[in-house]
């Protein structure tokens, strides 16, 4: 069974870092997967951030770019997202989940709500 489990601050103070850690279990992150970051602002749909593949590539939301860094930690099967400069604008729950084509996602961690604040 694969699961997936966010972890990190539930709150950020405005113009800090958010990081959050992605832990997977059941299978490996270097397996031919997209390990993506998702979150879900107030009011609105699913964003997609962003995701690190088994080669240890990295997209991101060009909407983000600029703030946004995903890397992994093999030995510990974890892959982290951070986001730099945060604003209250970035609060909502984040989520971690697991794509393939032509599946597409398949697996979703709980998710993690995060507050920043002003």
């Known amino acids: 069974q694969v699961r997936l489990q966010e972890s990190g601050p539930g709150l950020v103070s405005a113009s800090q870092t958010l990081s959050l850690t992605c832990t997977v279990s059941?299978?490996?992150?270097?397996?031919?997967?997209?390990w993506t970051w998702i979150r879900q602002l107030p009011g609105k749909g699913l964003e997609s951030l962003g995701f690190?593949?088994?080669?240890?590539?990295?997209y991101y939301s060009p909407s983000l770019k600029s703030r946004i860094s995903i890397s992994r930690d093999t030995s510990k099967n974890q892959f982290t997202l951070q986001l730099d400069s945060v604003a209250p604008e970035d609060t909502g729950v984040y989520y971690c989940?697991?794509?393939?084509?032509?599946?597409?996602?398949?697996?979703w961690g709980q998710g993690t709500q995060v507050t920043v604040s002003s």
């Open positions: 989940a697991r794509w393939s084509s032509p599946t597409g996602f398949d697996y």
């Open positions: 059941g299978a490996s992150i270097t397996t031919r997967f997209h």
């Open positions: 690190i593949v088994f080669s240890g590539t990295t």
